[in-house]
Structures are given as C-alpha cells and as structure tokens.
C-alpha cells in the first residue's frame, strides 16, 4: 500500500475514533445503548474498517463491551471501578515521580516543570476562577503531570500508565472540570499546587521515597472529587458540564 494510502487509512480510523469516544462522552450513546457497526457507519458517514478499528479500541479501553450475539454496549462504571483506576494512575505516578527523583531529572524538563507551576500560580492567583481560568489549569495540571513522566525515562512504565489514563475520569484533571463551579473548587486546586511544588522538589533534592508517596497522596485529591461528585449537587450540575459523568453508577 502507497505511503499516502495508509496515512490516508489511519487518519480515517483516528477520525472515528475521536467522534465515536466523543458520542460516548458527551451522553449521545448513553450508557447501556446498543452499538451496531453498521449503525455506526451511517451515522458518521466513514467505511467500515475505520470503524470496525474505532470500536475495537472502544472496547480495549473499557468504553464499550461486545456482546454475545454482535455489536457493542455502552459501558457504565461503578464507584469502585473508578476509585480503582484512580488508585492504579496514582500508584504508577508515585513509581514514575522516585524514578525520576533517583535516576536524576534533566536540568530543562525540571526547569519547564517549575515554569509551568509558576503559570498555576498565576491561574490560582485570582480569588475565583471562571471557565477559562479552569480551562488554563486543566491544561497546566497536565503539562506539569506529563513532566514528571518525562523525567522518569521510563517509556514502558509510561506505556501502562496511558492505557489506564485511557479510562473515563483517571486522568489528573478527571474532575476538575465536574467540579468547577462547587464553592471548594479553588481550595482544592491550592493543595494540588502545593503538592505539586513538594513532589517537584523532592524530585529536585533525589528524595525517591518522598516523591513517590506525595505523587500517591496526591491522587487521592481525586479520589476525594469522586465521592464530592457522586454524593453532593455536583451531580446534579455535571451533565451540562460533563455528561460522562452519568456513565458512574453508584454501586
């Protein structure tokens, strides 16, 4: 197959799979609906490999569930599934942050890491945060995240990491955008930073243990968001800001 041909190919499935993930994800296949591939073809207007490709990595990723006699459902989540995926993204952070802090992180990437909390600051600064301040650390919490990843060099760690950050709300700022108009939304984002900072320079200092247990204390920050969500008015506001968030049953 031409070069042009199979970039052509792969462009069309990443394509499918970003408007099928994001169907899933914005409510309009709620869970439990049934998925049929051909369905699928029709209503996005791509070729069946694409789709086939897209629906097959839907179901790695956890998002979908094939059934018994063909075709594909929607997955729902339960509480502890969530709190698990949170707790195994937070266990592997901690292992890659005393990887970083024993193996001795680039000079650079250390000092990207503290420009980027640097620009949290800033975002944080402001007594309260609207939409786009929210926006602005959401993309600052996952830059500095990533960092730290870097600073590991551990590609096959990384890998496992981003098959779980895969998972619908595992990601660093799982919650945050679910959260963001709840009165602590701020006070909660001041304690990610400052641990934030004490990972960073425990890092800085090779303190391995240290840094591994801050990254792991950290992501309970998000365990701590999940059970605000599910239990307060957070869950009644989310769908308008987050419909996923009705993938997550109770128990």
Same mark, same amino acid.
């Given at each position: 197959?031409?070069?042009?041909? !199979? /970039?052509? !190919? ?11 993930? $994001? ?6 296949? #709620? ?27 839907? $179901? ?5 569930? !094939? ?9 729902? %989540?339960? @509480? ?5 995926? =949170? ?18 992180? #680039?000079?650079?990437?250390?000092? @990207? ?18 939409? $786009?301040? %929210? ?8 830059? %500095?995240?990533?960092?730290?990843? $870097?600073? /590991?060099?551990?590609? !096959? =760690?990384?890998?496992?990491? @981003?098959?779980?950050?895969?998972? #619908? ?5 799982? %919650? ?37 247990? =801050? ?18 008015? +957070?869950?009644?506001? +989310? #769908?308008? +800001? ?5 993938? =997550?049953?109770?128990?």
């Amino acid at each position: 197959m031409p070069v042009n041909e !199979t /970039a052509g !190919t792969e462009s069309a499935q990443v394509r499918a799979l970003l408007q099928l993930r $994001e169907l899933i994800l914005s409510g309009e296949l #709620p869970g439990g609906s049934r998925i049929a591939e051909l369905a699928i073809v029709e209503r996005l207007g791509v070729s069946r490999t694409p789709i086939r490709a897209a629906l097959m990595r839907l $179901e790695q990723e956890g998002l979908l569930q !094939t059934l018994p006699n063909g075709g594909y459902v929607v997955q729902t %989540f339960s @509480e502890r599934d969530i709190a698990d995926a =949170i707790e195994l993204r937070g266990t592997l952070e901690g292992l890659l942050a005393r990887l970083a802090a024993e193996r001795g992180a #680039p000079g650079v990437v250390l000092a @990207e890491a503290r420009q980027c909390l640097d620009r949290i600051d800033t975002v944080l600064a402001a007594p309260a945060l609207d939409d $786009e301040g %929210f926006s602005a650390y959401v993309a600052l919490n996952s830059r %500095f995240h990533s960092l730290v990843w $870097e600073m /590991a060099d551990s590609p !096959t =760690i990384t890998r496992q990491l @981003e098959k779980v950050l895969s998972l #619908p709300f595992a990601s660093p700022s799982g %919650f945050v955008v679910v959260q963001a108009h709840s009165s602590r939304a701020r006070d909660m984002l001041v304690v990610a930073q400052d641990q934030h900072r004490q990972v960073l320079e425990a890092i800085e200092q090779r303190e391995g243990a240290r840094a591994e247990a =801050i990254m792991r204390e950290h992501s309970r920050l998000a365990q701590r968001n999940l059970r605000d969500v599910l239990n307060g008015p +957070a869950r009644v506001h +989310a #769908p308008g +800001a987050m419909p996923a968030i009705k993938l =997550i049953r109770r128990r």
